[in-house]
T-cell receptor, first 114, second 114 residues
Framework: KTQVEQSPQSLVVRQGENCVLQCNYSVTPDNHLRWFKQDTGKGLVSLTVLVDQKDKTSNGRYSATLDKDAKHSTLHITATLLDDTATYICVVGDRGSALGRLHFGAGTQLIVIP | DMKVTQMPRYLIKRMGENVLLECGQDMSHETMYWYRQDPGLGLQLIYISYDVDSNSEGDIPKGYRVSRKKREHFSLILDSAKTNQTSVYFC?????????????FGEGTRLSVL
Protein backbone atom coordinates (compact mmCIF):
# COMPACT_ATOMS: atom_id res chain seq x y z
CA LYS A 1 0.00 0.00 0.00
CA THR A 2 1.37 3.41 -0.97
CA GLN A 3 2.23 5.31 2.20
CA VAL A 4 3.12 8.63 0.54
CA GLU A 5 0.65 10.15 -1.92
CA GLN A 6 1.45 13.23 -3.96
CA SER A 7 -0.90 15.46 -5.90
CA PRO A 8 -1.29 16.55 -8.53
CA GLN A 9 0.45 13.88 -10.57
CA SER A 10 1.45 16.55 -13.10
CA LEU A 11 1.08 20.30 -13.39
CA VAL A 12 1.69 22.86 -16.13
CA VAL A 13 2.17 26.51 -15.20
CA ARG A 14 3.35 29.60 -17.03
CA GLN A 15 6.66 31.16 -16.10
CA GLY A 16 6.15 33.65 -13.31
CA GLU A 17 3.12 31.92 -11.83
CA ASN A 18 3.05 30.37 -8.36
CA CYS A 19 2.20 26.74 -7.69
CA VAL A 20 1.49 24.43 -4.76
CA LEU A 21 2.34 20.75 -4.53
CA GLN A 22 0.69 18.47 -2.00
CA CYS A 23 1.90 15.45 -0.04
CA ASN A 24 -0.23 13.22 2.20
CA TYR A 25 1.24 10.27 4.03
CA SER A 26 0.43 7.50 6.47
CA VAL A 27 4.00 6.66 7.56
CA THR A 28 4.40 6.08 11.29
CA PRO A 29 6.52 7.22 12.98
CA ASP A 30 7.10 10.34 10.89
CA ASN A 31 10.39 11.76 12.13
CA HIS A 32 10.90 14.19 9.22
CA LEU A 33 9.69 15.02 5.74
CA ARG A 34 11.95 16.10 2.91
CA TRP A 35 11.24 17.52 -0.54
CA PHE A 36 13.55 16.60 -3.40
CA LYS A 37 13.86 18.00 -6.91
CA GLN A 38 14.69 15.59 -9.72
CA ASP A 39 15.63 17.03 -13.10
CA THR A 40 15.01 14.75 -16.08
CA GLY A 41 17.66 12.05 -16.25
CA LYS A 42 19.32 13.19 -13.03
CA GLY A 43 19.45 12.21 -9.37
CA LEU A 44 17.43 13.63 -6.49
CA VAL A 45 18.54 16.88 -4.87
CA SER A 46 17.25 17.92 -1.46
CA LEU A 47 15.31 21.20 -1.34
CA THR A 48 14.24 21.37 2.28
CA VAL A 49 13.55 19.25 5.35
CA LEU A 50 10.72 19.65 7.88
CA VAL A 51 11.01 18.20 11.33
CA ASP A 52 8.65 19.78 13.87
CA GLN A 53 5.02 18.90 14.57
CA LYS A 54 3.95 22.02 12.71
CA ASP A 55 6.88 23.26 10.69
CA LYS A 56 7.62 25.81 7.99
CA THR A 57 10.76 26.30 5.94
CA SER A 58 11.85 28.71 3.26
CA ASN A 59 14.63 28.32 0.71
CA GLY A 60 14.60 31.12 -1.82
CA ARG A 61 11.51 30.74 -4.00
CA TYR A 62 10.68 27.41 -2.36
CA SER A 63 8.71 27.28 0.87
CA ALA A 64 7.21 24.26 2.59
CA THR A 65 4.88 23.42 5.44
CA LEU A 66 4.32 20.29 7.49
CA ASP A 67 1.43 19.35 9.77
CA LYS A 68 2.18 16.04 11.45
CA ASP A 69 -1.30 15.86 13.01
CA ALA A 70 -2.83 15.90 9.53
CA LYS A 71 0.13 14.01 8.02
CA HIS A 72 0.21 16.59 5.28
CA SER A 73 2.86 18.77 3.63
CA THR A 74 2.86 21.41 0.93
CA LEU A 75 5.62 22.77 -1.27
CA HIS A 76 5.09 26.27 -2.65
CA ILE A 77 7.10 27.55 -5.58
CA THR A 78 6.88 31.29 -6.11
CA ALA A 79 7.45 33.07 -9.43
CA THR A 80 8.30 29.89 -11.33
CA LEU A 81 11.19 29.79 -13.77
CA LEU A 82 11.72 27.50 -16.76
CA ASP A 83 14.47 25.74 -14.74
CA ASP A 84 11.85 24.71 -12.18
CA THR A 85 10.64 22.12 -14.70
CA ALA A 86 11.32 18.85 -12.86
CA THR A 87 9.74 16.12 -10.76
CA TYR A 88 9.28 17.02 -7.10
CA ILE A 89 9.39 14.10 -4.70
CA CYS A 90 8.09 14.00 -1.13
CA VAL A 91 9.96 11.64 1.21
CA VAL A 92 9.04 10.73 4.78
CA GLY A 93 11.72 9.39 7.13
CA ASP A 94 10.72 7.22 10.05
CA ARG A 95 13.91 8.03 11.97
CA GLY A 96 16.31 10.92 12.11
CA SER A 97 19.40 8.85 11.56
CA ALA A 98 20.61 7.00 8.48
CA LEU A 99 19.45 3.81 10.20
CA GLY A 100 15.83 4.76 9.50
CA ARG A 101 13.79 4.00 6.41
CA LEU A 102 12.77 6.54 3.78
CA HIS A 103 9.33 6.34 2.19
CA PHE A 104 9.10 7.95 -1.25
CA GLY A 105 6.15 9.43 -3.08
CA ALA A 106 5.85 8.93 -6.83
CA GLY A 107 6.40 12.62 -7.45
CA THR A 108 4.66 15.58 -9.07
CA GLN A 109 5.89 16.41 -12.56
CA LEU A 110 5.99 20.19 -12.93
CA ILE A 111 6.31 21.74 -16.37
CA VAL A 112 6.90 25.47 -16.63
CA ILE A 113 6.12 26.97 -20.03
CA PRO A 114 7.12 30.40 -21.36
CA ASP B 1 33.87 17.54 -3.86
CA MET B 2 30.87 15.67 -2.40
CA LYS B 3 29.65 13.33 -5.05
CA VAL B 4 28.09 9.93 -5.63
CA THR B 5 29.22 8.46 -8.94
CA GLN B 6 27.40 5.68 -10.73
CA MET B 7 28.77 3.62 -13.58
CA PRO B 8 27.68 2.94 -16.22
CA ARG B 9 25.01 5.56 -16.84
CA TYR B 10 23.27 3.48 -19.50
CA LEU B 11 23.31 -0.29 -20.02
CA ILE B 12 21.55 -2.72 -22.34
CA LYS B 13 21.66 -6.42 -21.52
CA ARG B 14 19.95 -9.56 -22.75
CA MET B 15 17.77 -11.67 -20.49
CA GLY B 16 19.90 -14.17 -18.59
CA GLU B 17 23.09 -12.10 -18.69
CA ASN B 18 24.81 -10.95 -15.52
CA VAL B 19 24.80 -7.25 -14.67
CA LEU B 20 27.14 -5.25 -12.46
CA LEU B 21 26.24 -1.71 -11.40
CA GLU B 22 28.90 0.26 -9.58
CA CYS B 23 28.62 3.15 -7.14
CA GLY B 24 31.32 5.23 -5.49
CA GLN B 25 31.34 8.09 -3.00
CA ASP B 26 34.13 10.28 -1.73
CA MET B 27 32.66 11.40 1.61
CA SER B 28 33.42 8.30 3.71
CA HIS B 29 29.70 7.94 4.37
CA GLU B 30 28.98 4.78 6.33
CA THR B 31 25.52 4.11 4.90
CA MET B 32 24.86 3.43 1.23
CA TYR B 33 21.69 2.45 -0.60
CA TRP B 34 20.49 0.96 -3.86
CA TYR B 35 17.04 1.98 -5.11
CA ARG B 36 15.11 1.43 -8.29
CA GLN B 37 12.73 3.95 -9.82
CA ASP B 38 9.87 2.89 -12.07
CA PRO B 39 7.23 5.10 -13.72
CA GLY B 40 4.37 5.98 -11.39
CA LEU B 41 6.09 4.53 -8.33
CA GLY B 42 8.21 5.98 -5.60
CA LEU B 43 11.80 4.84 -5.25
CA GLN B 44 11.95 1.32 -3.86
CA LEU B 45 14.79 0.20 -1.58
CA ILE B 46 16.66 -2.86 -2.85
CA TYR B 47 19.53 -3.06 -0.35
CA ILE B 48 21.06 -0.93 2.35
CA SER B 49 24.64 -1.14 3.57
CA TYR B 50 25.64 0.21 6.99
CA ASP B 51 29.37 -0.21 6.37
CA VAL B 52 31.85 -2.68 4.87
CA ASP B 53 30.33 -6.19 4.74
CA SER B 54 27.28 -5.02 6.73
CA ASN B 55 24.42 -5.26 4.24
CA SER B 56 20.68 -5.70 4.76
CA GLU B 57 17.81 -6.46 2.43
CA GLY B 58 15.46 -3.67 1.57
CA ASP B 59 11.89 -4.01 0.39
CA ILE B 60 12.55 -5.68 -2.99
CA PRO B 61 15.82 -7.69 -2.74
CA LYS B 62 14.74 -10.68 -4.80
CA GLY B 63 16.91 -11.12 -7.90
CA TYR B 64 19.64 -8.80 -6.60
CA ARG B 65 22.75 -9.05 -4.48
CA VAL B 66 25.25 -6.50 -3.30
CA SER B 67 28.89 -6.22 -2.36
CA ARG B 68 30.62 -3.67 -0.18
CA LYS B 69 34.30 -4.43 0.38
CA LYS B 70 35.40 -0.81 0.74
CA ARG B 71 33.48 1.99 2.44
CA GLU B 72 33.64 4.13 -0.72
CA HIS B 73 32.29 1.50 -3.07
CA PHE B 74 28.94 -0.34 -3.26
CA SER B 75 28.03 -2.72 -6.09
CA LEU B 76 24.68 -4.08 -7.20
CA ILE B 77 24.72 -7.42 -9.01
CA LEU B 78 21.95 -9.00 -11.04
CA ASP B 79 22.64 -12.68 -11.67
CA SER B 80 20.74 -13.73 -14.79
CA ALA B 81 18.87 -10.52 -15.47
CA LYS B 82 15.15 -10.55 -16.16
CA THR B 83 13.11 -8.22 -18.35
CA ASN B 84 11.20 -6.94 -15.30
CA GLN B 85 14.48 -5.61 -13.93
CA THR B 86 14.47 -2.95 -16.62
CA SER B 87 14.49 0.23 -14.56
CA VAL B 88 16.51 3.22 -13.43
CA TYR B 89 18.77 2.35 -10.51
CA PHE B 90 19.91 4.95 -8.01
CA CYS B 91 22.69 4.72 -5.48
CA UNK B 92 22.76 7.05 -2.49
CA UNK B 93 24.96 7.59 0.55
CA UNK B 94 24.40 9.13 3.95
CA UNK B 95 26.54 9.74 7.03
CA UNK B 96 25.57 8.09 10.30
CA UNK B 97 25.47 10.02 13.55
CA UNK B 98 24.00 13.20 12.04
CA UNK B 99 20.23 13.51 12.33
CA UNK B 100 18.16 14.45 9.31
CA UNK B 101 21.15 14.59 7.01
CA UNK B 102 19.96 14.43 3.41
CA UNK B 103 21.16 11.38 1.49
CA UNK B 104 23.26 12.24 -1.54
CA PHE B 105 22.11 10.58 -4.76
CA GLY B 106 23.97 9.56 -7.87
CA GLU B 107 22.59 10.39 -11.29
CA GLY B 108 21.30 6.88 -11.88
CA THR B 109 21.95 3.95 -14.19
CA ARG B 110 19.32 3.31 -16.82
CA LEU B 111 19.20 -0.47 -17.38
CA SER B 112 17.29 -2.14 -20.20
CA VAL B 113 17.00 -5.93 -20.17
CA LEU B 114 15.87 -7.27 -23.55
Amino acid sequence: KTQVEQSPQSLVVRQGENCVLQCNYSVTPDNHLRWFKQDTGKGLVSLTVLVDQKDKTSNGRYSATLDKDAKHSTLHITATLLDDTATYICVVGDRGSALGRLHFGAGTQLIVIP
Amino acid sequence: DMKVTQMPRYLIKRMGENVLLECGQDMSHETMYWYRQDPGLGLQLIYISYDVDSNSEGDIPKGYRVSRKKREHFSLILDSAKTNQTSVYFCASSPQGRDNQAPLFGEGTRLSVL
